[in-house]
Nanobody
C-alpha cells in the first residue's frame, strides 16, 4: 500500500532553514505529482507546494521565493527546503500523494526565538 513518511522538522529561529523529507513506497513514485501541505494550530490544512512528475513546480504565494520543492526519483523521496523561516511558518507539514489521496503523519516545524 501507499506509504509516506515525513522527517526533518524541528525548532528553528526566525531566518533559519530546514529540509523536510518525505520517503514514499507502494507506488511508482516517478509517475506522479507530489505535494506538501501545512496546518497551523486552529487553521485549515493548506497547500504549500507541488511538484509534477516532470518536475514542474507550484508554490503558495506566502512561501514563494523562500521554499523549494524537489524530488529524487531514484530515492522515491520528495523534499521541501524551507529558508528565511518566519514565526508564521510554524505548522505541521504533511506530504501528500494526490493521485492516491494518501497522507503522511506530518512533521512539526516551529519557528521561534
Amino acid at each position: 500500500q501507499v506509504q509516506l513518511v515525513e522527517s526533518g522538522g524541528g525548532l528553528v529561529q526566525p531566518g533559519g532553514s530546514l529540509r523536510l523529507s518525505c520517503a514514499t513506497s507502494g507506488f511508482t513514485f516517478s509517475s506522479y505529482a507530489m505535494q506538501w501541505y501545512r496546518q497551523a494550530p486552529g487553521k485549515e490544512r493548506v497547500l504549500v507546494a507541488q511538484i509534477s512528475s516532470a518536475g514542474g513546480t507550484y508554490y503558495d504565494d506566502f512561501v514563494k521565493g523562500r521554499f523549494t520543492i524537489s524530488r529524487d526519483n531514484g530515492q522515491n523521496t520528495v523534499y521541501l527546503y524551507l529558508n528565511s523561516l518566519k514565526p508564521e511558518d510554524t505548522a505541521v507539514y504533511f506530504c501528500h500523494a494526490p493521485r492516491f489521496n494518501s497522507w503522511g503523519q506530518g512533521t512539526q516545524v516551529t519557528v521561534s526565538s
